[in-house]
């Protein structure tokens, strides 16, 4: 496609429910991305996988969170019994390569509510 | 620790002309990247400086002093709809994630 594409767009889960969120990145897009961002907050970086490297997954909050990216395209989030803290929006995001000369595009994002 | 600041909080006049600061400290750098967040959308690209002095873009410029770990995004004619925040990010040397700052909500009022 011609952007960044996630589903779902929105999603109510009662707590303590898993759910996946999907992302799509751009077409030919090595880098990828995954960001949390609560109402009124900073970007939180959760997981960066580059090519075939090892994913840096320095930014997951908790063993409930997981993340994977099949043939190098695709990436599900993976947020197991969720809790009312889950509650966000959460961004995809892909580039060319590593971040130094390539610009970032972001997707709409999924917004979580755990209710 | 690697670390990015800016203001919180800016407000601004229309037609007017604001900056917005950025100052870094990082293991090596590989450009600086300026984002525009609306409320409720994704962040939208800006700008990107990798070398020393001004990158002019419209009513939009961006300046970087790598020597000094500062960067600025400069609004000329200000408008209604550049209310957002500005998000400033860092490429470090190891040119694996991004760092990102908390960004700067601006405000622009009639």
């Known amino acids: 496609g011609a952007g960044v594409s996630q589903s779902p767009s929105n999603k109510v889960t009662e707590k303590g429910k898993d759910v996946e969120l999907r992302c799509d990145p751009i077409s030919g897009h090595t880098a990828l991305y995954w960001y949390r961002q609560s109402l009124g907050q900073g970007l939180e970086f959760l997981i960066y996988?580059?090519?075939?490297?090892?994913?840096?997954k320095s930014g997951l909050p908790s063993d409930r969170f997981s993340a994977e990216r099949t043939g190098g395209s695709v990436s599900t989030l993976t947020i197991q019994r969720t809790q009312q803290e889950d509650s966000a929006v959460y961004l995809c995001a892909s580039s060319f390569g590593p971040p130094g000369g390539n610009t970032i595009y972001f997707g709409e994002g999924s917004w979580l509510t755990v209710v | 620790g690697q670390n990015i600041d800016q203001p919180t909080e800016m407000t601004a006049t229309e037609g007017a002309i604001v900056q917005i600061n950025c100052t870094y400290q990082t293991s090596g750098f590989n450009g600086l990247f300026w984002y525009q967040q609306h409320a409720g959308e994704a962040p939208t690209f800006l700008s990107y400086n990798v070398l020393d002095g001004l990158e002019e873009k419209g009513r939009f410029s961006s300046f970087l002093s790598r020597s000094k770990g500062y960067s600025y995004l400069l609004l000329k004619e200000l408008q209604m709809k550049d209310s957002a925040s500005y998000l400033c990010a860092v490429a470090p040397g190891n040119n694996r994630k991004l760092i990102w700052g908390l960004g700067t909500s601006l405000a622009v009022n009639p």
């Open positions: 996988f580059q090519g075939n490297s090892a994913p840096d």
